[in-house]
């Protein structure tokens, strides 16, 4: 198996820059997810990593060996595509060995090999069928069976799952991630869907018009963004945001909107001082944001008033959209709140949870270390 890299690598289609100046190492048996949203340049890197177009600038490694001039076939790559492009006259088995057979692998290794997928992924069954007699699931498996029968090096995989529906979609998505166990191999994999990247990467490289922002682990993204479009990408319902300004004195950081005050936790308030008198946005995930009446033990929060202007209810939980003082915002509440549209509520904001961001960059003020309580 192998490790990929990125080095310096930008592409560009005419005057388009898809992607820009990328850098990223992924390991050998990764699960590396690139995600974000429609034109970012996510299937660019997937492709000018599969050879299916040409880099720019810069260079792709995968291993030691420099790609950039090797072909799509000798990269020892498979690739799944978001349409299956199953060959429709030919049966499941000929589908999976097809391209064994063009290697001229001997009869009886591409026999082993389109068993041994097969039985990976329970279509021993279907071997003898067409496409148009698969279900949409099925036809998947088989797009995956194709890939695993090459043994190659790296899975590239892009949007795999998009044309299944949210049942199978979810189904499919643990199936993955166990293949990719079983297989020990590196996968790259390309989604729009915030979802399906944080619960398959071992890692996640968030991009937005050609640029990535973040790469960590999915938990790390969520608990320290680096900038607000990837607080704003990831978790549903998204982060909420608020115009403030720092206050007060050394000692006492706050930040102050239009509609409260939160004083900064000591931990934080050292990184935060340089920003003292300078505009932020303040942003809270709506988990950390409680009705006052259902605060559990051991959260330090700050209380607000506000009105209920709308409520979700999504049977596990409450999404409250509250408003305060100009401020507008959604908290993730329990079920068993007591809220009524149009009434006032207070609600508690956990100071521990709060997100900082430059009003001009959208760079995280607080620093990751911090922020993960990763002692420097
Ligand atoms: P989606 O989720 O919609 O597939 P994406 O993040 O995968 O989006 P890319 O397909 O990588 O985005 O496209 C990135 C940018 O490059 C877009 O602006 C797109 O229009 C442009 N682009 C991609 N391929 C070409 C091409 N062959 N010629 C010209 N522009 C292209």
Redesign the pocket.
Known sequence: MASVKYVSVTKR??D?T?VNDLNIDIADKEFLVFV?P????????LRLLAGLEEVTEGEIYIGDTLVNDILPKDRDIAMVFQNYALYPHMSVYDNLSFALRLRHAPKAEIDQRVREAASILGIDHLLQRKPKQLSGGERQRVALGRAIVRHPKVFLMDEPLSNLDAKLRVQTRAELIKLHDRLQATFVY?T?DQVEAMTMGTRIAV?NK?FLQQVDSPQHLYDAPANMFVAGFIGSPAMNFFEGKMVGAEEELAVETRAFRLPIPPRMAHALKPHLGKKVILGLRPEDIYVASEVPPGIVGQQVACKVDLLELMGNEIFLHLAANGDNFTARVSPRAVATPGHPIDVVLDTEKLHLFDEQTQVALIPREIKLGISQ
């Open positions: 289609f005419g388009v898809a974000g429609s034109g970012c340049g996510k299937t660019t890197s390309v729009h991009m050609g």
